[in-house]
């Protein structure tokens, strides 16, 4: 996070697309499971009692990893904020203690370089939510596939 590496707006438009993927994905997976549904009535197949079955617990299993991802990408976030602000308050007092014009000026410098920007930060997000979003897209896509065949 601490050097831009990709335009915040592209990852902004491409979480978009994943997420507009996801959505007709599960809309199909949903339409599939439930004609199967009413096909089987009363008596389901062994395959169709495992697909209800992995219904539930795939949601359990995406809803897990994207707990655990947004946590990770939060911490993450949350170190480089106050290695932010630390270096923000050294730069600072350096500014304040600054005798010379140079000395001065190499403060100032400092203190601009400490700040945390703006595209860093939308940067950040944007990555938290691709990892968030990553677990359901790809278990709403893995399931389209199969129920394609």
Aim: aromatic share 6%; hydrophobic share 45%; glycine share 4%.
């Amino acid at each position: 996070m601490t050097k831009s590496t990709q335009d915040p707006f592209a990852m902004w438009n491409e979480l978009a697309q994943k997420t507009q993927e996801m959505w007709l994905d599960s809309a199909y997976v949903f339409s599939q499971r439930t004609q199967r549904m009413v096909q089987a009535g009363l008596n389901p197949s062994a395959d169709d009692q495992a697909e209800m079955s992995q219904m539930g617990l795939e949601k359990l299993e995406a809803a897990g990893e994207s707990a655990l991802a947004a946590w990770q990408h939060w911490g993450q976030m949350q170190q480089v904020m106050l290695g932010a602000a630390v270096q923000q308050t050294q730069a600072a007092m350096a500014l304040v203690g600054a005798s010379t014009p140079a000395e001065q000026a190499a403060a100032q410098q400092a203190y601009h370089y400490s700040l945390l920007s703006p595209e860093h930060l939308a940067e950040a997000s944007a990555q938290m939510a691709h990892a968030v979003l990553h677990p359901v897209h790809k278990r709403t896509s893995e399931n389209a596939e199969r129920l394609k065949q």
